[in-house]
């Protein structure tokens, strides 16, 4: 039975996993990383009473699993996924926040490794659809702005899946020129960008994870979106990645392209 490791237990999309794979009767969950523990009981986080908890990598014994599952945070998932590569750990991972530097660099570890594995910066169907949409349309529409939006404790900004889609679209976009002779009386007012395309990030009680992709043409509008209106809407995708681990023969990067 493949055992994983879940980094990131506690956390909002640790706490999904976790009910995931109770229900899974061919996975188990023999570990967890936290960076600090409010309970030392891993019944407390609807872990199984056998699993081990570790708050830091060099605690966790070798073999403690064969999957490493993460949704932590940005500023530790590179760190936490080399380390995953370099001990044999098949990584799937839901956190957001890696450079492509980093991504190429990981990629390049689970090649000398022979492991293969998934970074994925969304697991919904909805979100992965529309990425593909988007890229499609922007063949024909290549004036094009994102918003996304997500509820207030997300710590990165612009989201993952908005960065994957901006990136997706830049591959097959035409050459494309913006007005030059603008200015921003408020900086930031026009967004971020990525290769000229526009992304604005909201923060709101209320919401959990959302995304327009709006086009721009001659008296047309096309506007594509996707909402994720609960965090069970990732589980299927996280499902669809632990049952293929085994058999990814490379570290792939997006939802998409283990489907
Ligand atoms: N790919 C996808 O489909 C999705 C991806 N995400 C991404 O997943 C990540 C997690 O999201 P979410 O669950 O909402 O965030 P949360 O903040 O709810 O959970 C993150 C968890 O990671 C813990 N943590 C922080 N640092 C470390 C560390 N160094 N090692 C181990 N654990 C650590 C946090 O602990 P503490 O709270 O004590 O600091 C917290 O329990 C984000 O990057 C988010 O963008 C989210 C939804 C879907
Ligand atoms: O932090 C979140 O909540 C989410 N993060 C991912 C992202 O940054 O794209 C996926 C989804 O948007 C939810």
Known sequence: MPRILLAGFAGSMGQQVVKLVASLPDFEITA????????????????????????SLDEIPADAAD???????????YQNVRYALENGYRPIVGTTGLTDQQEAELKQLAKEKGIGGLIAPNFGMSAVLLMKFAQEAAKYFPDVEIIEMHHEDKK????????????????????????ADTTESLPGARGGDYQGIKL???????????????????????????????RSSFMSGVKVALEKAADLNQLYVGLENIL
């Open 200 to 230: 604005h990030a909201v923060r709101l009680p209320g919401y959990v994870a959302h995304e327009q992709v709006l086009f721009g043409g001659k008296g047309e509008a096309l506007t594509i979106r996707q909402d994720s209106f609960d």
């Open 67 to 77: 999957i490493w599952v993460d949704f932590t945070v940005p500023a530790s998932v």
């Open 32 to 55: 967890g990383l936290a960076h600090r523990l409010k309970s030392s009981d891993p019944a407390d986080y609807g872990l199984p009473a056998s699993a081990k908890l570790y708050t």
């Open 156 to 179: 990165d900004a612009p989201s993952g899946t908005a960065l994957a889609t901006a990136k997706l679209i830049a591959e097959v976009r035409e050459p494309h020129q913006t007005a």
